[in-house]
């Protein structure tokens, strides 16, 4: 089955700086890749995300890139702000489910 | 549109008991998805349902079933309650077929505690 990998588990920027968080997956044939952002005690919602007849997709301060060659993807925020504060769960789609990479945890210092 | 309805939102059983869980998805999503969360960890997928048929499983113990019904709405079971069991259980609905996973949205989940 599919297998995604997710990097760094956690990642501290200043405010103003970029974060940039990187996954991988296995599965060859996944062609669906999104984006999840759960703040503290609220449930995960979806941010972004990516086909893969698209190599990049941009959304205000988020964008995300995709390597189908590679089988990887990204996810860029820039411009950070302290509500970016929160855990970041990559994902890809096979076989009619998610895999879910194991998370970011991003901190935005003031 | 309502969002996925999970419930109850908190619950507090004991060491070896049962319990189930609820989740309601979007109207017309066909496919519901649980997932366990533990402090500090990712989503743990648990299984997947799509017209009242299991179609994923993740590697869990027997202790944990799960099932749909014809309205989509699905209901999860764990058995022999542990205390490791103590988590966030979310649930995810999307309409399931086709090649992309459209529209999957989470509910806010349970958040069981055993004692």
């Known amino acids: 089955g599919e297998n995604v990998e997710q990097h760094p588990s956690t990642l501290s920027v200043q405010e103003g700086d970029s974060a940039v968080i990187k996954c991988t997956y296995s599965d060859s044939a996944s062609n669906y890749f999104p984006w999840y952002k759960q703040e503290l005690g609220k449930r995960p919602q979806l941010i972004i995300d990516?086909?893969?007849?698209?190599g990049e997709k941009k959304d205000q301060r988020i964008a995300v890139t995709l390597n189908k060659t590679a089988k990887h993807f990204s996810l860029h925020i820039t411009e950070t702000q302290p509500e970016d504060s929160a855990v970041y769960f990559c994902a890809a789609e096979a076989g009619n489910m998610l895999t879910f990479g194991g998370g970011t945890r991003l901190m935005v210092k003031p | 549109k309502a969002g996925v309805t999970q419930t109850p939102r908190y619950l507090i059983k004991t060491r070896g008991q049962q319990v189930t869980l609820s989740c309601s998805p979007i109207?017309?999503?066909?496919?519901v998805s649980w997932y366990q969360q533990t402090p500090g960890q990712g989503l743990q997928f648990l299984f997947e349902y799509f017209s009242e048929t299991q179609r994923n499983k993740g590697n869990f113990p027997g202790r944990f079933s799960g099932r749909q019904f014809s309205n989509s709405r699905s209901e999860m079971n764990v058995s022999t309650l542990e205390l490791g069991d103590s988590a966030l259980y979310l649930c995810a609905s999307s309409l399931g077929t086709g090649r992309l996973i459209y529209g999957y949205t989470f509910g806010s989940g349970t958040r069981l505690t055993v004692v």
């Open positions: 109207s017309g999503h066909r496919s």
């Open positions: 990516i086909r893969s007849n698209v």
